[in-house]
């Protein structure tokens, strides 16, 4: 494969490379495709969070209630995270991150 440099100055718009966008699928695209596509990249996107989470939990080894127990958080709401009901937010989100990467030190602060 080639590779290619290419300088782009953001103050110059003519610098910026044109794409290879197919302009008339984007004019013939309607706002109900738009919004079916934005409902299905957020299934997806759920579904993700779900799959993280159930691997995390699994990565430690813990049941959904041994997990749930050890992180203080309701078992109902694990398994909304694992079925992709629900998706983890905020300080969750950052503890199954912090999980992941260093699950000793993450259960040891906990206990």
């Known amino acids: 494969m080639k590779k290619v440099r290419i300088t782009v100055n953001l103050s110059d718009p003519s610098s910026v490379p044109m794409g290879r966008a197919d302009l008339a699928r984007i004019d013939a695209t309607t706002e109900e495709d738009i919004a079916r596509q934005a409902a299905a990249d957020d299934a997806e996107a759920m579904q993700d969070a779900a ?12 049941s959904q209630a041994q997990f749930s127990e050890r992180i203080d958080v309701p078992i109902e709401t694990i398994r909304n995270w694992e079925q992709g009901k629900r998706s983890p937010t905020g300080a969750a989100k950052s503890l199954l991150k912090i999980l992941d990467k260093a699950p000793e030190v993450a259960l040891a602060v906990l206990h």
């Open 51 to 62: 799959r993280f989470a159930k691997r995390v939990r699994r990565r430690l080894g813990l």
